[in-house]
């Protein structure tokens, strides 16, 4: 199964259905601002550094803004749906790579809506992304203030967060911790144990890469 494109492909017939002032669980961004970003990612390799570096984050903003005025949200929306950008195009690539983004971000439109439910996923795909967390753990979780246990319904446990000091046991499908990992705690559909102020700091967290 392809899921980058499988997921490609649903977030982009959910923008076309919502419209451009949808919310999203990305702060401050709407469906708008959230198409600009996958197009940005893909399409513009020089102004991509600033998704992960705050340096250069201010001329991604504005290429960001830029890229909504010249093509509207019809033209980014097609953009998306028309398949990998860029480097991405390369044999392998956009699974490796996308699989994961555009994941997190199809439930960051999903579950900024008002009704929603959570997705059953493919075990495969389940598997992929445990294999992701189990390897990156520590990197997801490095800014966690508290220690962090991972329970992966079914069977699995990965470690990250802080080495000393409280402990907090996390609990949920494969899906669900990845988006708790990658910021979405408070959406992530996921049981949360440990002392009360542990489980609120690290719900309080900035997760992720």
């Known amino acids: 199964m392809h899921y980058a494109r499988t997921e490609r492909a649903a977030l982009s017939d959910l923008f076309t259905r919502l419209g451009p002032d949808a919310p999203t ?37 504005r290429v960001q803004e830029s ?58 795909l389940e598997e992929r992304f445990w294999k992701q967390i189990h390897r990156g753990a520590r990197l997801f979780l490095r800014r966690a203030p508290v220690k962090v246990v991972l329970h992966r319904v079914g069977g699995g446990t990965a470690v990250g967060g802080a080495k000393e000091g409280p402990q907090v046991e996390v609990t949920g499908t494969a899906g669900e911790l990845l988006l708790f990992c990658f910021g979405r705690q408070s959406h992530a559909k996921v049981t949360v144990n440990g002392d009360d102020e542990a489980v609120a700091r690290l719900m309080d967290a900035s997760l992720g890469v």
Request: hydrophobic share 40%; net charge neutral.
């Open 25 to 61: 669980l990305c702060e401050g961004w709407t469906t708008f601002d959230l198409a600009a970003h996958l197009v940005v990612r893909e399409r513009r390799p020089d102004a991509a550094g600033g998704i992960l570096l705050k340096p250069l984050a201010g001329h991604t903003a």
């Open 67 to 124: 890229m909504k005025t010249r093509k509207g949200y019809a033209g980014l929306v097609e953009l998306v749906r028309s398949g990998p950008g860029g480097p991405y195009r390369l044999p392998g690539l956009d699974e490796a790579a996308n699989t994961t983004e555009f994941f997190v971000h199809h439930e960051d439109v999903r579950r900024a809506q008002r009704v929603w439910e959570p997705r059953e996923l493919p075990a495969e």
